[in-house]
């Protein structure tokens, strides 16, 4: 395998591509879980998607299109998903949840329009919503080193203003934190997590890899910090794992990557409970 990945470029972009993904989405997954906010990153895949269907589109119907990176409209789709969120979580600030649901359902309905002016679906789209180690670009790679630089920067910068807002929001208003300002950096971010992600995971399960890692995590951690950094190793596992056993098996990475972390999280769960049985 070492040899394969020394040899292949597409190797080299998908598995540095993996490790900084591996690294970034359990990161900021820690903070959504806490925030129970987890169903956001579904929400904004699904968004993606429609950003993606579009991008697709217009590279097939128009030929100035045909040299643009889908990534760039999907992340566009993305960003502008969050931004939305938060506007709705304004508008309806008594039932802030159904933001979610809202932006859900709009974001599957705009990509199975968009999906159907492509024509139905192609091999670069299922490239898309399940992953693909051969699919991952120099361009692709570039793009989500620039993403990951930015939210580990964000996170470093504003680690105590973030984790005040994750646990005690109220708190953090009453000492003069600007709350709005943090949630959109940090929903943004989290637009630009799943952009980046996509590529290796999949549209459809990059919420898991923001999420599994952490309910692992959750398990074994006596603290926040430790929390996050449990996550990360863990999301670092699933990803060498579930590439590694992709590129052997000849099958798609979000789904390799996914079962990973599902074993992982298993594994935890089950060492927290012979622990506790062997406490007792």
Partial sequence: MLEAIFTYEFLQNAFAAGILIGLIAPLLGAFIVVRRLSLIADALSHVTLSGIAASLFLSKTFVMFNGLNPLWLGMGFSVAGSLLIERLRAVYKHYQELAIPILLSGG???????????????????????????????????????IAVIVL??????????FLLSFDEEFGKASGLSTKALHLIFMVMTALVIAASMRIVGILLVSSLMTLPVAAAMRLAKGFKQTIGLSVLFGEIAVIVGLISAFYLDLAPGGTIVVSSIIILLAAIGYRNWFAVKKS
């Avoid at 490239?127 to 620039?146: C, E, K, M, N």
């Avoid at 920067?153 to 973030?162: D, R, T």
């Fill in 108 to 146: 599957i309905g705009v990509g199975v329009i968009f999906i159907s002016l492509a024509d139905g679906f192609n091999t670069d789209l299922f490239s898309y919503l399940f992953g693909s180690v051969s699919a991952v670009g120099r361009s692709d790679l570039y793009l989500i080193t620039g």
């Fill in 153 to 162: 920067l964000v996170v470093f910068l504003l680690y105590k203003e973030l």
